[in-house]
């Protein structure tokens, strides 16, 4: 388990924060300084102070997320470290710390199984940002109009020959980018998911208590939310498995 606190970028970003930097830099030093010093709680406070400024960052996502994994908070852990991987999908610190917090859930899910292609274009799309996808896709698309103008005004059929094809890939690539940046937008806005933080959570087939209990899971375990009704909630783990639970169980992502 990387228990290392993110410090120096973190808190460079905070000064250039409009209005509470200065404070929030503060808070996120004394914080770190609490851990350090093993006194968890403390330290979950003063980086609460941080989130009520409605500053956010994976540093301090990961940072929580470690407090908590220290005091044996199985959901809690879980989930900061699952908000801190949203933000930064690639960093191995939070990968790895990630996987020690799933091992103390009580409930042990194997995901289903991707097919190769899929393995690779998750790869391809998680290597950057949606944000950095952005610039890249504005970036390529400008290429291709500044190539598309030098076909149009150039008067060497060589070189006319050389701008046209580069504009089409550069077309071809922008659009392609584009459409991951779409994609990942779309999957962000529809698909919700969350923490469990009840203790135990009874699964029913239907949403009614009155109906087949399925199977029961407990704090920490990560569902993706499918539906919901007065009341109740209906869950879809990483194994396919479906079924309905009460509400307000789950902390959503």
Known sequence: MKFNMKNSIYIVLLFFKIGFSQTSALLFEKGNELYN????????????????????????????ANCYYRLNRVAESNYYFEKAL?????????????????????????????????????????????RIWAFISIGLMSIFFITALLYLFSFNPNYKRVYFSLSIIFLLISLATSTIIWQESKKSNEI???????????????????NEEIFVLHEGTKVEILDRLTGWEKIRLANGSEGWVIENQIKYL
């Open 37 to 64: 010093k093993g006194e968890f709680e403390l330290a979950i406070n003063e980086y609460n102070k941080i989130l009520e400024n409605d500053i956010h960052s994976n540093e301090l996502y990961f940072n929580m």
């Open 86 to 130: 949203l933000l930064s999908p690639n960093n191995k610190d939070i990968i790895d710390n990630l996987s020690f917090a799933k091992n103390m859930t009580l409930d042990s899910i194997e995901e289903l199984p991707e097919t190769q292609l899929q393995q690779n274009i998750n790869y391809i799309i998680l290597f950057f940002s949606t």
């Open 192 to 210: 919700i998911k969350g923490i469990i933080f009840s203790k135990e959570l009874s699964v029913f087939s239907e949403p009614n208590k009155r």
